[in-house]
């Protein structure tokens, strides 16, 4: 899949003749890429096959939310983020996407009326289709929507579509949704919702390496700077070069040894290599408890070696 890096870089793309052949796109933040954007991929897929074209999402980083947070100084009011924008590359790659069209949310870009936006970013990648959801807002104030892009692929020779409400249960599909069920702890939902399991997926960092003063060395995975929808202990499978490996997960502050960041950290079981740099797919199956404040190091390695045993319980086949 080919990334195209902002709007600077549309005069490149076009240089090499990627939009000589038809181009069916969409457009949206994809939180998750969950069932629902995956119906709508699928319908921008099945265009591009009767037409033998090609495919582009465009989305946006950081999210709108995120965005405004940060002006407000308060980046804990954004919603957590399912899917950081590494991971949402490698999924549109996997789903057979030909072209991701990266945006950076900005202030230029926040005040763009639906009018520019359409000029300045939709126009120049000649469209033979676009295709949303039913939800879509884009344009300061959000003031873009389906009637004005309806009206301008009309007057283009674009063909311009909505998709309907994606359920599941008879409930609509939803990052939000989705987002829920894993503080609920409903990693069955979630499953069903996305179309996979959860997962994270982070590059082993160093951390402060008291996991081996008591005994239990963990991996520390490097986060994104947004927020992600788990907190507290986990029963957890985990992927590293291929191989399955079980284990438990802390994500939070470690106030016991009086951190103030989060951090992700694993511990794998029977697992005494050296990982460093290396990445590990985290698949989140069973919380297990909050995180909490203990009275001394002794009190959490109890903890934690009672957190291990019902791990293992929970995880066995």
């Known amino acids: 899949m080919y990334l195209i890096r902002g709007q600077h870089n549309l005069d490149f793309f076009k240089s090499q003749s990627f939009d000589k052949e038809p181009i069916h796109g969409t457009i949206g933040n994809f939180d998750g890429l969950h069932l629902g954007h995956q119906s709508i991929l699928e319908n921008i897929k099945k265009s ?8 582009v999402v465009f989305f946006t980083e950081p999210h709108a939310s995120e965005f405004f947070a940060n002006m407000r100084s308060n980046s804990n009011s954004a919603p957590p983020r399912l899917c950081p924008w590494r991971e949402k590359f490698k999924l549109l790659d996997s789903f057979g996407i030909d072209f991701a069209f990266f945006l950076k ?10 009018e520019a936006f359409i000029k300045n970013i939709l126009e120049p990648m000649n469209l033979s ?16 929507d389906f009637d004005l892009l309806k009206n301008w692929g009309f007057k283009k020779g674009i063909d311009v579509t909505k998709t309907e409400t994606f359920k599941y249960l008879d409930e609509r599909v939803s990052s939000t949704r989705i987002r829920k069920a894993i503080s609920d702890n409903d990693f069955d939902l979630a499953s069903s919702l996305l179309g996979r399991p959860y997962t994270f997926s982070g590059k082993i960092v160093h951390g402060q390496h008291l996991g081996r003063t008591i005994e239990v060395p963990t991996a520390n995975l490097w986060l994104p700077k947004q927020k992600l929808p788990i907190s ?24 016991t040894v009086g951190g103030t960041m989060p951090v992700l950290e694993v511990h794998l079981f029977d697992f005494s290599q050296e990982i460093y740099s290396q990445r590990l797919e985290v698949d989140f199956r069973h919380k297990i408890r909050e995180e909490k404040k203990f009275k001394n190091l002794d009190m959490l390695k109890s903890q934690i070696s009672k957190d291990i045993t019902l791990a293992k319980t929970l995880l066995q086949d």
């Open 129 to 144: 289709s676009l295709t949303i959801g039913d939800d879509f807002r884009f344009g300061v104030n959000r003031e873009g």
């Open 232 to 255: 507290g202990v986990y029963a957890v499978q985990c992927k590293l070069n291929g191989i399955s490996l079980k284990g438990i997960a802390n994500m939070g502050t470690r106030p």
């Open 105 to 114: 949310f900005n202030s230029s870009l926040r005040q763009m009326t639906p």
């Open 48 to 55: 591009a096959r009767s037409s033998n074209g090609k495919t």
